[in-house]
């Protein structure tokens, strides 16, 4: 249960740091996007970018999590993505959303859903973890460099982050990868925007 379980373990409810950090490289945000918010749990990033003109697909297998978001996000899914087939065969999403969640199974479908020109914002607990609270299993927590693995070739990495945050007390890797159209060698190549803050 601890793997599950570490998608709702934050009980803020504001978007993390890092989505609303990278939420720029979202093509589209602010005019209907389609966002999937992977093991949404209570969907504060659901809420965030709907908010902001996202059309949001939320899923999770927490119904009473889900039933909140009806109205908010514009398809809620309920799905056991660990044990059922994958819910999403062959659609892809401008933005492709997983915190706190790990399930090492699904990352190619993962990286697959992000459409041609699409961000995937990832973050999640690493190795450390276990020395200062749950989860603690070393399945459950990323390796170094492990989500960097996961997403390349397929997916341009634009920026990441491997490391350790206080309050509460956690040790992370996230990432925020691009779905390139091509390979642009040109002298005006794409321009993924980066922010300070």
């Not at 005019?31 to 899923?59: E, M, Y």
């Not at 660990?82 to 062959?90: I, R, S, Y």
């Amino acid at each position: 249960m601890e793997l599950f379980l570490s998608a709702h373990l934050n009980p803020n409810p504001r978007p993390s740091a890092w989505t609303r950090r990278h939420a720029g490289l979202i093509p589209t945000l602010g005019s209907g996007a389609r966002v999937l918010d992977l093991a949404c749990g209570s969907g504060r990033h659901v809420r965030w970018l709907a908010a902001r003109g996202a059309q949001v697909t939320a899923v999770d297998r927490d119904a009473a999590a889900l039933a909140t978001l009806h109205g908010v996000a514009a398809e809620v899914m309920l799905a056991d993505i660990e044990n059922g087939p994958w819910p999403l065969p062959g659609r892809t999403f401008d933005a492709v959303v997983v915190t706190n969640y790990l399930w090492r199974p699904l990352m190619p479908w993962i990286v697959a859903s992000v459409a041609p020109g699409g961000v995937l914002l990832y973050e999640t607990f690493a190795h450390g973890n276990a020395s200062v609270g749950k989860p603690s299993r070393p399945d459950f927590l990323l390796q170094p460099g492990e989500l960097l693995d996961r997403v390349r070739p397929e997916l341009r990495v634009v920026a990441y982050e491997d490391g350790f945050l206080d309050g509460p007390p956690r040790f992370l890797q996230r990432i925020a990868a691009v779905r390139q159209t091509s390979t642009d060698t040109s002298a005006n190549p794409a321009r993924w925007p980066l922010h300070d803050s």
